[in-house]
């Protein structure tokens, strides 16, 4: 049996203009795997604000859930902003798993609870697991934790110990540039 509600929000940011759509999901509705679609899209989705251009939910019935967002995506945290083409986040027992932003000016922005800015970065393709809080950053790379900036094709991000990776990947070159007064 499958009881419970799908909630979207539009507002803006402020909650200046605030439109609440509440569709019912009940008995009556198929208990097989059911894909919903919606166009120029603003929700709520535990501690993450999502809007993009259209947005489909796929695996409705299921303990998994696949948001994927195409168009002006940005997703906005208590301490992160992301804005990418495409983002595809995957729920398993309504907690974020694992996350995808993909396109070719996809960043972050990463800030402190006083709301301070502590770290940015690009790269075409993110990958972020959730769990270990680690963002990994693929092809045209570029990090700054505001005393070191590295580019590559390959950078892992750790959003709670702010530490940077960057790999070689098949060959091509990092670019490091650290801060020589903030190393003690």
Same mark, same amino acid.
């Given at each position: 049996?499958?009881?419970?509600? &799908? #909630?979207?929000?539009?507002?803006?940011?402020?909650?200046?203009? !605030?439109?609440?759509?509440?569709?019912?999901?009940?008995?009556?509705?198929?208990?097989?795997?059911?894909?919903?679609? &919606? +166009?120029?899209?603003?929700?709520?989705?535990?501690?993450?604000?999502?809007?993009?251009?259209?947005?489909?939910?796929?695996?409705?019935?299921?303990?998994?859930?696949?948001?994927? &967002?195409?168009?002006?995506?940005?997703?906005?945290?208590?301490?992160?902003?992301?804005?990418?083409?495409?983002?595809?986040?995957?729920? +398993?027992?309504?907690?974020?798993?694992?996350?995808? &932003?993909?396109?070719?000016?996809?960043?972050?922005?990463?800030?402190?609870?006083?709301?301070?800015?502590?770290?940015?970065? !690009?790269?075409?393709?993110?990958?972020?697991? #959730?769990?270990?809080?680690?963002?990994?950053? +693929?092809?045209?790379?570029?990090?700054?934790?505001?005393?070191?900036?590295?580019?590559?094709?390959?950078?892992?991000?750790?959003?709670?110990?702010?530490?940077?990776?960057?790999?070689?990947?098949?060959?091509?070159?990092?670019?490091?540039?650290?801060?020589?007064?903030?190393?003690?």
């Amino acid at each position: 049996m499958l009881v419970g509600g &799908f #909630h979207s929000q539009a507002s803006t940011i402020d909650n200046v203009d !605030t439109q609440i759509n509440t569709i019912p999901i009940d008995d009556s509705y198929p208990t097989e795997n059911q894909d919903l679609y &919606f +166009e120029d899209i603003s929700l709520k989705k535990n501690n993450l604000y999502i809007n993009s251009d259209s947005a489909n939910i796929t695996d409705l019935n299921s303990g998994k859930i696949i948001f994927t &967002f195409s168009g002006n995506v940005e997703i906005i945290s208590e301490i992160v902003i992301i804005k990418c083409d495409k983002a595809i986040l995957e729920f +398993e027992e309504n907690q974020l798993k694992n996350a995808k &932003f993909i396109g070719e000016l996809s960043s972050f922005q990463q800030f402190d609870k006083k709301r301070e800015l502590i770290a940015s970065g !690009t790269a075409e393709v993110f990958e972020y697991d #959730h769990t270990a809080n680690i963002l990994r950053m +693929e092809t045209n790379a570029w990090v700054n934790n505001g005393s070191n900036e590295v580019s590559g094709n390959l950078i892992t991000y750790n959003l709670v110990k702010r530490n940077i990776i960057a790999d070689s990947e098949n060959g091509s070159p990092v670019k490091l540039i650290i801060d020589s007064t903030s190393i003690n």
